[in-house]
């Protein structure tokens, strides 16, 4: 599903903002969760970056730190992430900041060794804001899951649907 030439650019411009957090988020964990620390590991002869010593275990977050401008996606009412040795993945849902009826899913990548980022806002019409419902879990899933993972979300007009990972589609399951 493509954006708007608006959103592009807002991903554009949010992409350094998301950086700078991806950084912070990379060095300190987001919920204090020493599990979840991402430290850089020896230079990677791969790629220009570095891979990361820890991983963070797959998880649904409550306040996720959201890597698009709130000019795009608000509210934010969940997120899901995960990182591997390689690359961060979250997605986080809600609605669509001009149209709350449209409830979206923004997933965001960074890859480490490659320095690279990307993101993608699904919509979804008429299901008001997107609450992710079930997502992978845990330690161990962290690479399959943002290569394959498959997130379930339900919106508030009862909608509900499956984001898969693999190729950034959704099937809608409730209307």
Same mark, same amino acid.
């Given at each position: ?76 009412v ?32 960074? =890859? ?13 019409? =008429?299901s +008001? ?25 339900? +919106? ?11 190729? =950034?589609?959704?099937?809608l399951?409730?209307?």
């Amino acid at each position: 599903m493509r954006t708007d030439t608006g959103i592009r650019n807002a991903h554009r411009l949010a992409a350094l903002a998301a950086l700078v957090a991806a950084v912070a988020l990379a060095g300190c964990g987001s919920d204090g969760d020493t599990e979840s620390r991402t430290t850089p590991a020896d230079v990677g002869e791969s790629g220009s970056g570095q891979l990361m010593k820890d991983t963070t275990p797959a998880a649904i977050v409550d306040h996720p730190q959201g890597f698009v401008s709130s000019d795009v996606l608000r509210p934010v009412v969940n997120g899901w992430r995960t990182s591997s040795t390689e690359t961060f993945t979250e997605v986080d849902a809600g609605a669509v900041a001009y149209d709350r009826s449209t409830g979206a899913l923004a997933i965001f990548r960074h =890859d480490f060794v490659e320095i690279a980022q990307s993101s993608n806002l699904i919509k979804v019409k =008429d299901s +008001g804001p997107l609450t992710i419902t079930k997502a992978p879990e845990g330690k161990g899933v962290e690479e399959f899951a943002q290569e394959d993972g498959e997130i379930e979300f339900e +919106g508030k007009t009862g909608v509900t649907g499956t984001l898969d990972l693999s190729d =950034d589609s959704v099937s809608l399951s409730g209307r």
